[in-house]
């Protein structure tokens, strides 16, 4: 069984500019969560989706960060404008309900 | 406010030795506890969970142990295996695997030869 796939995995932007990151969750889990991972720390959620519904976005900075997942599969998170504290490892999870969550490989932005 | 947390950032652990990385928690409302090791380039995986109401739980190599009163969480690796390399997180939620998972930061686990 496939994982979780993300793209790009690795992402070189300029400070201002406009990013997405794209998650495929696994076939048939209908959670789907974006977290963010600085270096040495552990993730900290930024969105979670219930099939197209934002469940929890209560960490997402809505000023710059966008998300969404239209047809409750695939899901893209924006950030516009891009910011140099923004750097960081974007990972994507899925479930089924009420199962443990499975991360896909991340996607590694370097804002410079 | 919530908060997980581990003790030691490194550990280093003779090949074949028993490895046992620790965590303090301090939200005695968590209700589920959860071991994850990420190897580099890659996401969290999962390596074994325990709830509020159990104190040990063992899986293959693994056991995890929960103290309560001292809000204290545990991972012994057995038999350690370079294979075992990698930074380790404990991690919490306070009700279902796939509800809000808060993570500490995370311990790196060194194998010597």
């Known amino acids: 069984e496939a994982g979780v796939v993300q793209s790009p995995r690795y992402k070189i932007i300029e400070k201002k500019q406009p990013v997405a990151f794209w998650c495929n969750p696994i076939?048939?889990?209908?959670?789907l969560y974006w977290y963010l991972q600085n270096l040495g720390q552990g993730p900290e959620l930024l969105i979670r989706y219930e099939n197209e519904e934002a469940v929890d976005d209560s960490q997402l900075p809505k000023d710059r960060f966008s998300a969404e997942r239209l047809k409750g599969v695939d899901s893209t998170l924006k950030i516009q404008p891009a910011e140099l504290g923004d750097s960081a490892v974007y990972l994507c999870a899925s479930s089924v309900r009420g199962g443990e969550q499975f991360f896909g490989p991340g996607t590694r932005l370097t804002v410079l | 406010g919530e908060s997980v947390g581990l003790h030691l950032p490194t550990l280093s652990v003779q090949e074949g030795d028993n490895s046992i990385i620790n965590c303090a928690y301090s939200n005695s409302a968590s209700d589920y506890f959860i071991w994850y090791k990420q190897e580099s380039g890659k996401g969290p995986q999962f390596i074994i969970d325990i709830r509020s109401n159990m104190d040990k739980r063992q899986g293959q190599r693994v056991t995890v142990l929960l103290n309560k009163t001292v809000k204290h969480l545990s991972l012994q690796i057995a038999a350690t295996q370079p294979g075992d390399s990698a930074v380790y997180f404990c991690?919490?939620?306070?009700?279902?695997?796939?509800?809000?998972?808060?993570f500490g930061k995370g311990t790196r686990l060194h194998i010597l030869p």
């Open positions: 991690a919490e939620n306070k009700g279902n695997r796939d509800d809000k998972i808060i």
């Open positions: 076939s048939g889990h209908n959670t």
